[in-house]
């Protein structure tokens, strides 16, 4: 089925400049097919449906490059906390209760739908489960954005050691009460999790035409046991399916490599051979120079999540250093819980600032045209995707998203690079493509019902009650405990500060 989007505005990329040109994009079924000027292209395609682009902006779909669906009715639930603490929350450690499969469906779908109406067609979710999945909870997820029609690569974020295993001192502040309900929390095997592994893989992997693909995800190299790891591992590089890994995304972690491993978590993974192209290095805020080579000699991506990491206070990452070195980097929201919305304008935008404040050579804060290839090209590289999505041109898919130039972003229109990181916050998205099929048209969202999704996320908020406000008074109960071992690991010296205050060893 040929579509012909005529007289649009779009850009294209030449290294991190996107330049503007009027053009018509021709699409032949999910694939683009053509972009040419000239009023007589396309008449002689036989297009069953012709878009009139005049005032508009035609740009590739957005990459959500780092997205925890589980956390979409979380919202606005916290105060700003140190990752450490907010997992209490987050990821109730001593939770014992199972999720619905209606729930887990619900809360992934809202999220796609808020995703795709802002104009991302891609996104690449790191799914956790508390206390862990089962095979109803990972169709959930998949039909979830194999109906919204969403492009979603999905990953199943379960660590399998002990609570207390994961971070530095926790074990010797505890009480012996508190260790013993650590011990007997419900912790899924190995052999558990692969098996689990064995049926995303098996079920979902590369359906829906492709457009819905598995990843494999250690949550964390330090969440995980030895074995488990190398597995996953072995899956990646069979398969060719990307790696989720968080690394040193807070100060705790770097203080923990140092004092259990006697290295760094990135040369950790590294030293274990599981570090390469595929791999997602997700943060990567506390990484060293030592580090950082390694990440480039690995050929791997690092996943920036800056208004994840100031929700948190994990730290400023070395954009420019990263960059200087090559190494690939895409742009993420990381979670409703931690973001409060689900909207990568935002997360540009703050990529596009935060590191200004680094460095007083402005020579070396980010342009807009950076942040828009980490987005497109970075977001189709951490995807394993590069040739296929992420640029407006013959042979990739036709996951396109038409703005109003009309629109208070863009009047006037003087630098489209700027406008689209600094100006926009999403209110122009007009329609949202992904694989040539139209998923929003003038904001609404067309492939599924979504006032009925919403009105059921509602529901379930609610009967989640009882269960969150347990929760919450087991965070409680734990809280001083994980309150002391953020402190000791604050107050250690690391040699490097990614802080906002030059003393990274101040306790406050």
């Not at 999910?30 to 009023?39: L, T």
């Not at 998203?401 to 208070?408: K, T």
């Not at 489209?416 to 329609?431: A, F, I, K, P, T």
């Not at 999704?453 to 965070?475: D, P, Q, S, V, W």
């Amino acid at each position: 089925m040929k579509k012909l989007i005529r007289n649009v505005t779009t850009i294209a990329a030449g290294g991190t400049n996107w330049n503007c040109c009027e053009a018509n994009v021709l699409i032949d079924g999910s694939q683009i097919v053509a972009v040419e000027a000239g009023a007589e292209f396309g008449h002689e395609a036989n297009c069953v449906e012709e878009i009139d682009g005049s005032e508009l902006l035609a740009i590739p779909g957005l990459v959500n490059g780092h997205f925890h669906s589980s956390a979409n009715l979380m919202k606005g639930q916290l105060n700003g906390l140190p990752l450490e603490i907010f997992m209490l929350h987050e990821v109730p450690p001593l939770s014992d209760t199972l999720q619905p499969d209606r729930m887990v469906y619900v809360r992934t779908m809202l999220g796609a739908i808020e995703m795709l109406k802002n104009g991302v067609t891609s996104v690449q979710d790191d799914a956790f489960f508390v206390p862990f999945p089962s095979p109803g909870n990972i169709d959930a997820v998949m039909s979830a954005y194999a109906d919204s029609g969403i492009r979603a690569t999905v990953a199943l974020d379960q660590p399998n050691i002990v609570e207390y295993e994961k971070y530095p001192f926790l074990k010797d502040i505890l009480t012996a009460d508190e260790l013993r309900r650590m011990e007997t929390a419900p912790i899924p095997s190995s052999g558990e999790l692969l098996a689990l592994y064995g049926y995303l893989i098996d079920n979902w992997d590369c359906v829906h035409d492709g457009r819905i693909r598995a990843a494999v995800s250690c949550s964390a190299p330090h969440r995980v046991s030895d074995d488990y790891l190398a597995a996953l591992y072995e899956i990646s590089r069979n398969l060719r399916l990307p790696f989720y890994m968080h690394v040193l995304e807070t100060k705790v972690q770097r203080v923990f490599g140092d004092l259990h491993l006697g290295s760094s978590l990135l040369q950790y993974v590294h030293e274990r051979g599981v570090l390469d192209r595929r791999s997602n290095v997700i943060h990567g805020i506390w990484l060293d120079e030592a580090d950082l080579s390694l990440v480039a000699e690995a050929g791997s991506v690092i996943s920036h999540n800056p208004v994840c990491n100031l929700r948190l206070g994990s730290g400023i990452m070395p954009f420019r250093r990263i960059r200087e070195l090559g190494i690939p980097v895409c742009i993420g929201t990381d979670e409703a819980i931690a973001d409060d919305s689900i909207n990568l304008w935002t997360a540009m935008k703050m990529a596009g600032l935060i590191h200004n404040i680094t460095d007083p050579d402005y020579r070396k804060w980010p342009t807009a045209g950076e942040i828009l290839s980490c987005v497109f090209q970075g977001g189709a590289r951490a995807m394993g995707l590069e040739g296929q999505i992420g640029a407006l041109a013959p042979g990739f898919q036709a996951d396109i998203v038409l703005l109003d130039l009309n629109e208070i972003a863009f009047t006037p229109l003087n630098d489209v690079q700027r406008q689209l990181v600094y100006c926009e916050n999403g209110s122009s998205v007009r329609m949202t493509m992904v694989d040539g099929k139209v998923l929003v048209r003038d904001g609404r969202v067309c492939s599924v019902d979504e006032e009925s999704i919403k009105r059921e996320a509602r529901e379930y908020a609610h009967a989640r009650a009882g269960e969150l406000a347990k929760a919450r008074a087991t965070a409680a109960e734990l809280e001083p405990y994980y309150r002391e071992m953020y402190f000791r690991a604050a107050a250690t010296d690391v040699g490097m500060n990614r802080w906002g205050h030059a003393d990274s060893n101040k306790k406050g």
